[in-house]
């Protein structure tokens, strides 16, 4: 699991960060969300709003976005709550960066089932490509941080990419994912072999005719012949 600590609060970082404030485009995201919210509960839209602002931060850096103090304390005053209150919310949840990433911020889940079904192989495309656990690459380009699940555990091995999750991956198919990135050029997300998002690899094992249409089985059950092969329950 990856560290969790505010880059920190050096007087460089205040002179950069500390007039934070919306610009226009997100500024009117900021007032949809917060209206959701009836006065006195405006702490409740603290998760949307540090999101929100991570994002603000990307598209000014060039990056996947992250969290200086200074902005998370201008998100606390937004909803009306305590500095400190905000630094514990953005701490405890790991899709908010305290630290600067890279443009893309590479998420390796290392859990069980990642593991045994080939995560090594997975750091292993990243490793060969200079790309290193807790570090951004000399380029900008990359970040490479080790995760606890991602809730893709029927996909694995599996990362996330800013907001993109790839599944079902191999050493090469990672490769390749990750030469796509660094060149410019688009890449699918998902799963990266022949399936559809969890579905069977090559499709249905079972129930095949409801990949047609949706056909009712329930006469076969009921009935006392046996259901033809591969068309049963």
Known sequence: MAER?????VPELRERWG???????HRVRAEEILARYPDGRKQSAVMPLLDLAQRQVGEETGTQGWLPIPVIEFVAAECAMPPMRAMEVASFYTMYNLVPVGKYHVQLCGTTPCMLRGSDDVLAACEKRGIKKGYTTPDGLFTLTEVECLGACANAPMVQINDDNFEDLTEESMGAVLDALAAGQPVK?????????????????SL?????????????????????AGEGA
């Open 19 to 25: 007039g934070f404030t919306w610009d226009a485009k």
């Open 208 to 228: 095949k005719k409801m990949a047609e249409r949706n056909y009712d089985y329930r006469p076969q059950w009921h009935s006392a012949e046996p259901a033809p």
């Open 5 to 9: 600590h505010f880059a920190p609060d």
């Open 189 to 205: 997300p998902g799963p990266q072999v022949d399936r559809q998002t969890s579905c069977p690899q090559g499709g249905p094992t």
